[in-house]
């Protein structure tokens, strides 16, 4: 069962240049999530998706899109990288309250892809 | 609005050692908290949750966190540490109310406390 998985884990763009992550989940969860991990900041929500075909802005949406066409994928584009988005993104997915009941929203995460743009 | 707070962004501890990582909330009505830990180059992993009942919470690795409503209070505990105990450390809170179809378990996390466990 290999849970969430993140494709690149590693990434080095010009300012400028555009790239996808790709969040795959094989547990059936209806809800996916993009963060963003910065020293000294915590997590931050980019965007999410509470199904397939949604997606909602999350704390820091700017500069950032996304897309849900299958349930068990969610992509995370960057259309003109800037060093600002130097980070670590990780993506994470959860049941719902009406696939699991009584679920309370523990989230599962990928490893991390690692983005570098200089 | 809700928010989260770790003061401490490093902890270090002697093994054998209690240990504990603070984490203080503000949300309104009651919260549901939790605690993950991230070991280096990996992901989050869940360790524990407050949703309600026992204010005293158990958990994964042998940690536990107690929650104090009066303090808006929610730090993690171990009596005894481990060196493999070190990792990064974050609390996280969420709105309690049940989400609705275009809502989601958005999480609040904190900045992070780094706990070190020395030989």
């Known amino acids: 069962n290999a849970g969430v998985t993140q494709t690149p884990k590693f990434r080095v763009l010009k300012t400028g240049q555009s790239m996808t992550l790709l969040c795959a989940q094989d547990?059936?969860?209806?809800?996916m999530y993009w963060y963003r991990q910065d020293p000294g900041m915590g997590l931050r929500l980019i965007h999410y998706?509470?199904?397939?075909?949604?997606?909602a802005k999350g704390e820091v949406p700017d500069g950032y899109n996304v897309s849900r066409l299958k349930k068990q994928n969610f992509l995370l584009g960057l259309e003109s990288a800037a060093p600002s988005q130097t980070s670590v993104y990780f993506c994470a997915s959860s049941y719902s309250s009406q696939s699991l009941r009584g679920y309370t929203g523990e989230l599962f995460f990928g490893e991390g892809s690692r983005l570098t743009v200089l | 609005a809700q928010s989260v707070a770790q003061p401490e962004d490093q902890v270090n501890v002697a093994e054998g050692n209690p240990l504990t990582v603070k984490c203080t909330y503000s949300?309104?009505?009651?919260?549901?908290l939790f605690w993950y830990v991230q070991y280096p180059n990996r992901g989050l992993q869940f360790l524990l949750k407050y949703i309600t009942g026992d204010n005293l919470v158990k958990g994964s690795y042998g940690f536990e966190a107690e929650f104090n409503k009066s303090q808006t209070s929610f730090h993690l505990k171990k009596p005894s540490a481990l060196v493999s105990d070190s990792a990064l450390y974050f609390c996280a809170v969420r709105d309690p109310w049940v989400p609705t179809r275009d809502s989601s378990y958005k999480l609040i996390f904190g900045s992070g406390t780094r706990l070190l466990v020395r030989p």
């Open positions: 547990m059936n969860h209806e809800y």
């Open positions: 998706s509470v199904g397939e075909g949604t997606t």
């Open positions: 949300v309104s009505g009651n919260p549901y």
